[in-house]
């Protein structure tokens, strides 16, 4: 069983950084694509960023290019989510994902497992 587990986020000022951390426990980490997905209240998930098991190899929604940065540490089994000049259309929670397989994944539904997910608010 893979467990997943969010940190670090938080209420922030328009303009503000927040890093977000995913802890993942339970497999080899390093065989499994990550996700970050966000949900907003009354809307549905979208997502945000992926990166491959190696390489790596990133994508950004269109939304966050170039304010976020999705990474990962496999000697730690963690994958990040930077996130610069945040806007108050960032405010959700946002959840961590992880798939068996390699390549990236950008649809929810090729994602294995999930984490509880962090809430970011962001103030205008």
């Known amino acids: 069983q893979v467990q997943l587990v969010e940190s670090g986020g938080g209420l922030v000022q328009a303009g503000g950084s927040l890093r977000l951390s995913c802890a993942v426990s339970?497999?080899?980490?390093?065989?499994?694509?990550m996700g970050w997905f966000r949900q907003a209240p009354g809307k549905e998930r979208e997502f945000v960023a992926t990166?491959?098991?190696?390489?790596?190899?990133?994508y950004h929604a269109d939304s966050v290019r170039g304010r976020f940065t999705i990474s990962r540490d496999n000697a730690k089994s963690t994958v990040y989510l930077q996130m610069n000049r945040l806007k108050p259309e960032d405010t959700a929670v946002y959840y961590c994902?992880?798939?068996?397989?390699?390549?990236?994944?950008?649809?929810?539904?090729?994602?294995?497992?999930w984490g509880q997910g962090t809430q970011v608010t962001v103030s205008s």
């Open positions: 994902a992880a798939a068996r397989r390699g390549g990236i994944a950008t649809t929810g539904a090729e994602y294995d497992y």
């Open positions: 339970g497999r080899t980490f390093s065989y499994y694509a």
């Open positions: 990166i491959s098991p190696s390489e790596p190899r990133t």
